[in-house]
């Protein structure tokens, strides 16, 4: 499994935010209730909606920070070994 994980360096950034993308779109179709994605019912969600979008924005920013921290090799670039 680590030799598994040690190929995606690089990639593992590219698969959160694929990730993060489709559960978005899969809200934005209703395929998933927003209160389910959130955990929350929709009377908080439109309640605090602009909280809510500031909050996935600086979470999703967070995540790819850690990600490039953990990350040593750009996507794309051939690891050798």
Known sequence: ???????????RT???NAVLALVGVLV???VIPASEAMGVT???IA????T????????AAL???VLRLVTSTPAGKKVSG
């Open 1 to 11: 499994m680590t030799k598994f994980l040690d190929g995606l360096k690089g990639y």
């Open 14 to 16: 590219l698969i959160v």
């Open 28 to 30: 934005a179709l209703g």
């Open 42 to 44: 929709q009377e908080v």
């Open 47 to 50: 309640q605090n909606i602009d």
């Open 52 to 59: 809510l979008i500031g909050g996935l924005g600086v979470a």
């Open 63 to 65: 995540v790819n920070v």
